[in-house]
C-alpha cells in the first residue's frame, strides 16, 4: 500500500516561476525557481505584462526541471497544486493553465492553493508540535497580513494593509534613494552603515485597537525628508554622502519594523497566541527577525520563522500546504480561476 504522497507544486504568482516536489508535506524532493528580477529592475517594479510573458516561456520547462530533479515520473506525483490567489491575474492564469492540463492529462486531483497561507506554511514546515492558538504575519511586497492560525487548514484574518504593503513601501523608498529594485534586500544592504535612530519617521498605528498596517505616510515622509516640503527643491539625494543615506534607509527599516512587532504583538496578546509565524519575503529581513525574536522572547512565545531561502515566492510552500489540503479530501475542479485578491 502507497504511504507516501508526493505532490507538485506550482507559483506563478507574481514575478518567480517555481515548481516543486514535496513528500508528505515536509520532505523536499526538488525545488526549481526562475527569478525575473533583471526582467523588471529598470522598471523599479513588476510590469504584469512581462511577468505573464516570462512565465509563459518557463513554466513547462521549469516544471519539467523540477520533476526530472524529483526522480520521479507522472506516474509517482499524486496530486498537482497551484497558487490561484492572491496575485497579479495574468501571471496566476499561466500556472493555473499548466497545472490543470497536468491534471487533466495525468489523471490527477488538482488542489487550489491560497498564495499568502503558503508562505505561512513555510515556517511552519517539519514543526510536529505546535503550540495553539497561533498568530501569523506575512509581510510581501503585496501583502502585509495579520491571522489568527486556528490549525494548519483555519486561518482568520484579524488585519491587513490599508494601503501600501510593507515590501511595497521598501520598493518605493529605495527608488527615492537611488537604491536597486528590490528594495527590502538594498535597504537592508544600505542601512548596516547608518545610524536608525538619526531620523524620527512616523509610526503609524491607526485607531488604538486596530491590527491593520499602513505604509503610505512613512513612504511620504521619506520622500519629503529628501526632495523637500514642497517637492519643489532639489532630489538632495543626489548631494548626499553614503552615511546620510545609510541613515535614512536605517531609520526607515527601525519604524517599519517597529509597526510590524508591535501590531503582532498586539495580535498576540489579543488571541492568548503561544507561538508566532513569520513568512512572506520581507521575513528575510535580519532586523525583523531578530526584533521579533526579542518579542516573542519577552513575552514568553515561540517564534518559527520561514528559512530565508523559502521567504521569496516558491513551490516548495504550495505543495506543502496542499499535502494537508489532499488529506482533508479538499480538491479543486476544472473551473478553477485566478483571483487577484484573497478570499482570506
Known sequence: MKMDVNILGIETSCDE????????????LSNIISSQIELHQKYGGVVPEIASR?????????????????????SGVDAIAVANQPGLTVALIVGITAA????????KPLIAINHIHAHLQSAMMGTKDL???????????????????????????LG????????????????????????????????????????????????????????SGIKTAVLYYCHG???????????????EIASIAASFQAAVVDVLVK??????????????????GVAAN?????????????TDRKLLVAPKRYCTDNAVMVASLAYYKYKAGLFADMTLEAKAASDD
Open 17 to 28: 516561476t517555481a515548481a516543486a516536489v514535496v513528500c508528505n508535506g515536509t520532505e523536499v
Open 54 to 74: 516570462a512565465h509563459i516561456e518557463k513554466i513547462y520547462p521549469i516544471i519539467e526541471q523540477a520533476i526530472e530533479q524529483s526522480g520521479l515520473d507522472s
Open 100 to 107: 490543470k492540463t497536468l491534471a487533466l492529462v495525468w489523471q
Open 131 to 157: 503550540q495553539l492558538p497561533t498568530v501569523a504575519l506575512v509581510v510581501s511586497g503585496g501583502h502585509t497580513s495579520l491571522y489568527e492560525c486556528k490549525n494548519i487548514l483555519e486561518l482568520q484574518l
Open 160 to 215: 491587513s494593509t490599508i494601503d501600501d504593503a510593507a515590501g511595497e513601501a521598501f520598493d518605493k523608498v529605495a527608488s527615492i534613494l537611488n537604491l536597486p529594485y528590490p528594495g527590502g534586500p538594498s535597504i537592508e544592504k544600505a542601512a548596516r552603515g547608518g545610524n536608525p535612530a538619526a531620523i524620527d519617521f512616523p509610526r503609524t498605528m491607526l485607531a488604538k485597537d486596530s491590527l491593520d498596517f499602513s505604509f
Open 229 to 243: 516640503q514642497d517637492m519643489k527643491g532639489e532630489n538632495h539625494t543626489d548631494k548626499m554622502s553614503r552615511k
Open 263 to 280: 501590531k503582532t504583538e498586539m495580535a498576540a496578546d489579543k488571541v492568548g497566541a503561544k507561538t508566532i509565524l513569520l513568512g512572506g
Open 286 to 298: 535580519t532586523i525583523l527577525r531578530n526584533e521579533l525574536e526579542k518579542m516573542a522572547q519577552q
